[in-house]
């Protein structure tokens, strides 16, 4: 029983953050077309609601919930509260949750057209997801073998690195 929950658990945290990931770049995209023409940005921006409601509610809501629904289970399968991995896990895992739902708020917003965040901040938003994403598979993958002081040193050397990216590409783009 075991594998087959850690099968569908994987695949639900890929969908998961692919889910979370995209709906970013959808309102960096819905973002951009407000500086289009009338048509054009109504039209786009239109195209983007539905991309982003379909998005949200077919594949991101429903991945995380049983992202979390398969996750839980193993964890009472296999009895694994006790272990300190698994704690650290558990908060990684609810400070995505704070993420998600906060993302949840920012789709709110664009559903309605209250756009108040730049491209660039919204780039800046996905980096974060990309740290929940990168610091949740060390802490699974090296469990008790982590050293939690260099562990700790490479999120934010991995968070430097994102954000000199962003920087480069944005020079990039100008």
Request: no cysteine; aromatic share 18%; charged share 15%.
């Given at each position: 029983?075991?594998?087959?929950?850690k099968a569908l658990h994987i695949i639900f945290v890929v969908s998961w953050f692919a889910g979370l990931f995209y709906i970013i770049r959808l309102f960096i995209y819905h973002t951009e077309a407000e500086e289009k023409p009338e048509s054009e940005r109504k039209a786009l921006q239109d195209q983007f609601k539905i991309m982003e409601n379909r998005l949200w509610y077919i594949i991101t809501w429903p991945a995380a919930i049983l992202a979390t629904v398969f996750g839980v289970w193993m964890v009472l399968e296999l009895n694994l509260w006790t272990q300190p991995w698994m704690m650290v896990k558990l908060g990684l895992t609810g400070l995505l949750w704070v993420y998600h739902l906060y993302t949840h708020q920012l789709y709110k917003r664009y559903q309605d057209n209250q756009i108040?965040?730049?491209?660039?901040q919204l780039r800046l938003w996905n980096e974060v997801a990309t740290l929940w994403l990168v610091s949740i598979v060390f802490v699974v993958v090296l469990k008790g073998t982590l050293n939690w002081m260099y562990g700790t040193i490479g999120f934010f050397l991995v968070g430097v690195v994102l954000m000199i990216a962003i920087k480069a590409y944005k020079r990039l783009r100008s």
């Amino acid at each position: 029983m075991y594998l087959y929950l850690k099968a569908l658990h994987i695949i639900f945290v890929v969908s998961w953050f692919a889910g979370l990931f995209y709906i970013i770049r959808l309102f960096i995209y819905h973002t951009e077309a407000e500086e289009k023409p009338e048509s054009e940005r109504k039209a786009l921006q239109d195209q983007f609601k539905i991309m982003e409601n379909r998005l949200w509610y077919i594949i991101t809501w429903p991945a995380a919930i049983l992202a979390t629904v398969f996750g839980v289970w193993m964890v009472l399968e296999l009895n694994l509260w006790t272990q300190p991995w698994m704690m650290v896990k558990l908060g990684l895992t609810g400070l995505l949750w704070v993420y998600h739902l906060y993302t949840h708020q920012l789709y709110k917003r664009y559903q309605d057209n209250q756009i108040s965040w730049t491209s660039n901040q919204l780039r800046l938003w996905n980096e974060v997801a990309t740290l929940w994403l990168v610091s949740i598979v060390f802490v699974v993958v090296l469990k008790g073998t982590l050293n939690w002081m260099y562990g700790t040193i490479g999120f934010f050397l991995v968070g430097v690195v994102l954000m000199i990216a962003i920087k480069a590409y944005k020079r990039l783009r100008s």
